[in-house]
């Protein structure tokens, strides 16, 4: 018998009980799980990009109709502008750096 495989009996009275209870590690023996569902676009994705623009300008319609639209000024663009091409090189303009090993004396 290989190390591999094992079987598990359950004692009973039935052998129809005792043989459907048998358990084995077989690779044959595990159930496969069921095949993935292919995905589906829901939601917007899953309209016609048209609409999609359609309804997204109303949106913005009537959020300036509102008066709750934010507009960039030529500034606040500018300086979310420099914001972002600073982000990426913050660690390296505050020096910290992976700690170097103690020279030594």
């Not at 359950?10 to 595990?30: F, I, L």
């Not at 300008?57 to 091409?85: N, V, W, Y």
């Amino acid at each position: 018998m290989n190390d591999h495989d094992t079987t598990m009996h359950v004692t009973s009275n039935d052998p129809q009980k005792t043989a459907a209870a048998t358990v084995t590690s077989d690779a044959s023996a595990v159930p496969q799980p069921a095949a993935p569902r292919p995905k589906q676009r829901r939601g917007f994705a899953a309209m016609d990009p048209r609409l999609v623009a359609e309804i997204a300008s109303k949106g913005g319609k009537a959020a300036h109709a509102a008066g709750t639209a934010h507009e960039f000024t030529a500034d606040e663009a500018r300086a979310a502008g420099r914001k972002g091409g600073l982000a990426p090189h913050a660690r390296r303009r505050s020096g910290s750096q992976p700690p170097q090993s103690a020279p030594a004396t």
